[in-house]
């Protein structure tokens, strides 16, 4: 019984595992962030708010990658990066003077981030690169439901509408891939 429970508790964590290795897989590279324009929080230290920013937006990225062909790689490599709005003393727009800073939104500031990529299949081969220098002059104007309790929300869709249509045609065929094996 000891020897059953042991074989099938192995093929469970082969099948798991083998579903893990065979997504796509995103690797972002952050090159010299203490340089970029505006990843400043208004409440945390700068380097926290900075690595959980890098992470939410690693997550983010790895999610919209399962909608790749398995077994392909994602290299991205960010030489910068700016959030929506800006980081104000608090005492710059009337709220006393707390300690606090505030991020202000307004249509002026909007975000950006400039990378470079390679999407690469199984065998390392290069599928599809670029340099990009993604903005959204028009950020107020995207209403994405899904993002609107996110404090990363505007730059989540600029991402996600990028990643739609950059790979518009890997996604199709993964999905016709899904269809036939259907």
């Known amino acids: 019984m000891k020897i059953l429970i042991g074989l099938i508790i192995s093929a469970m964590t082969l099948g798991i595992s ?3 290795v065979a997504q796509t897989e995103v690797e972002i590279e952050w090159v010299k962030p203490e340089k970029y324009r505006d990843v400043r929080s208004s409440n945390e230290s700068r ?4 690595e959980n920013t890098f992470e939410h937006i690693n997550e983010y990225m790895n999610k919209l990658a399962l909608a790749l062909p398995d077994n392909n790689k994602l290299l991205i490599k960010v030489s910068d990066l700016d959030l929506a709005g800006r980081v104000l003393p608090a005492s710059f ?6 300690g606090a800073d505030v991020r202000v939104v307004k249509s002026i ?6 990378f470079s990529y390679q999407l690469l299949d199984s065998s390392g081969q290069v599928l599809q690169e670029a340099e990009v220098e993604l903005k959204d002059m ?7 439901r899904s993002f609107k309790s996110d404090s990363l929300r505007y730059e989540k869709s600029m991402l996600q509408r990028w990643f739609k249509k950059e790979f518009e045609t890997h996604i199709a065929k993964e999905i016709a891939n899904k269809e036939l094996a259907d």
């Not at 380097?47 to 900075?50: A, E, G, L, N, V």
């Not at 500031?109 to 400039?114: E, V």
């Not at 028009?138 to 994405?144: K, V």
């Open 18 to 20: 083998s579903q893990v």
């Open 47 to 50: 380097k926290r708010f900075r």
């Open 93 to 98: 727009i009337g709220l006393g003077t707390g």
């Open 109 to 114: 500031d909007i975000p950006r981030i400039n």
């Open 138 to 144: 028009s950020f107020l104007d995207h209403s994405n």
